[in-house]
């Protein structure tokens, strides 16, 4: 993603359930998009005890904190695969495509 992404609320539901949780909770819908990458969509459940006047500043604070724990996860990843491409003997190491 070259950082300048767009992201834009598409839809918030009131009051509706959330799979596998009881109660009732808002579904925000997010898209984000960036020149070099598809738009994708993402839904936010904010509970219902929030305050309608809260709804959007709380479903952009949950999504911030799962881009970035997203791409905490996805950096960690990268540096356990170079890790344990560096422990492969070289052979194992060399890929061939056809």
């Known amino acids: 993603m070259d950082g300048d992404a767009t992201v834009r609320i598409t839809a918030v539901d009131h009051a509706v359930p959330r799979p596998g949780f009881d ?16 738009p994708f969509v993402v839904p936010i459940w904010v509970h219902e005890a929030f305050p309608d006047t809260e709804i959007e500043r709380t479903a952009r ?20 695969t170079e890790d344990q491409a560096a422990e492969l003997p070289l052979t194992s190491a060399v890929r061939t495509t056809r």
């Open 61 to 80: 604070l949950f999504l911030a904190i799962s881009l970035q724990d997203a791409a905490d996860a996805a950096s960690q990843s990268d540096a356990d």
């Open 23 to 38: 109660g009732l909770f808002h579904r925000v819908t997010f898209e984000i998009a960036s020149g070099d990458i598809t």
